[in-house]
């Protein structure tokens, strides 16, 4: 059985930094995304990292946000500096094999396993 389990979720202020991780276990990482799901708001695509280690992000997030994976520790991170307020929201790690192996996609169904979630508060 597939477990994604993330930590390492708080509360910041502005400017500050987090450091989200996600640990697998029953699976190893081929690709991986990280998504957000603010209060009131549709479930965000933040970035993603493909089987080759090539990363994408979306606009709001580069330059700040940095995915990797620890292959041998088998835990996905989502490093985060520079936070804004705009950034409080609930995170969550995906993760599967779906598509090219170089490729990770914006899509939620491209992600077969999910982490239940860590809440992120920026203020200001």
């Known amino acids: 059985q597939v477990q994604l389990v993330e930590s390492g979720g708080g509360s910041v202020q502005a400017g500050g930094s987090l450091r989200l991780s996600c640990a697998a276990s029953g699976y190893t990482y081929i690709k991986a995304a990280w998504f957000r799901q603010a209060p009131g708001k549709e479930r965000e695509w933040i970035g993603c990292i493909g089987g080759s280690g090539k990363t994408r992000y979306t606009d709001s997030v580069k330059g700040r946000f940095t995915i990797s994976v620890d292959n041998a520790k088998n835990i996905l991170y989502l490093q985060m500096s520079s936070l804004t307020p705009e950034d409080t929201a609930m995170y969550y790690c995906?993760?599967?094999?779906?598509?090219?192996?170089?490729?990770?996609?914006?899509?939620?169904?491209?992600?077969?396993?999910w982490g239940q979630g860590t809440q992120v508060t920026t203020s200001s």
């Open positions: 995906a993760a599967g094999s779906r598509g090219l192996y170089d490729a990770c996609y914006t899509g939620p169904v491209y992600y077969d396993y």
